[in-house]
Nanobody, 120 residues
Framework: QVQLVESGGGSVQAGGSLRLSCAASGYMSCMAWFRQAPGLEREGVASIDRYGTRYLDSVKGRFTIAKDNAKNTLTLQMNSLKPEDTAMYYC??????????????????WGRGTQVTVSS
């Protein structure tokens, strides 16, 4: 059983930055960030494995995902935040490498989430 614990959420004004972190209790090949806003379905924000990174179109150029395999940590640097980025953000991990579209069903473990709120 691998545990994932997110941290770093909070409230910021539009244009601001936040850095999310996810501490994993073991190594996982593919890790990702998902988010879910009230009334909407959960969506993939970014994923990373040894083959590269993938981003949701709406966050490209603003968000950066990174993985430290030595420390089993995952981060998401979020810059130029917009009100539409407001959501609960979840860390997810998969034993195998990421598939291109990293569907939610692929992931073996999930964190409990951290709230990000962006005000206009």
């Amino acid at each position: 059983q691998v545990q994932l614990v997110e941290s770093g959420g909070g409230s910021v004004q539009a244009g601001g930055s936040l850095r999310l972190s996810c501490a994993a209790s073991g190594y996982m090949s593919c890790m990702a960030w998902f988010r879910q806003a009230p009334g909407l379905e959960r969506e993939g924000v970014a994923s990373i494995d040894r083959y590269g990174t993938r981003y949701l179109d709406s966050v490209k150029g603003r968000f950066t995902i990174a993985k430290d395999n030595a420390k089993n940590t995952l981060t998401l640097q979020m810059n130029s935040l917009k009100p539409e980025d407001t959501a609960m953000y979840y860390c997810a991990a998969r034993f195998l490498y990421c598939r291109g579209d990293y569907p939610q069903g692929d992931f073996n473990y999930w964190g409990r989430g951290t709230q990000v709120t962006v005000s206009s």
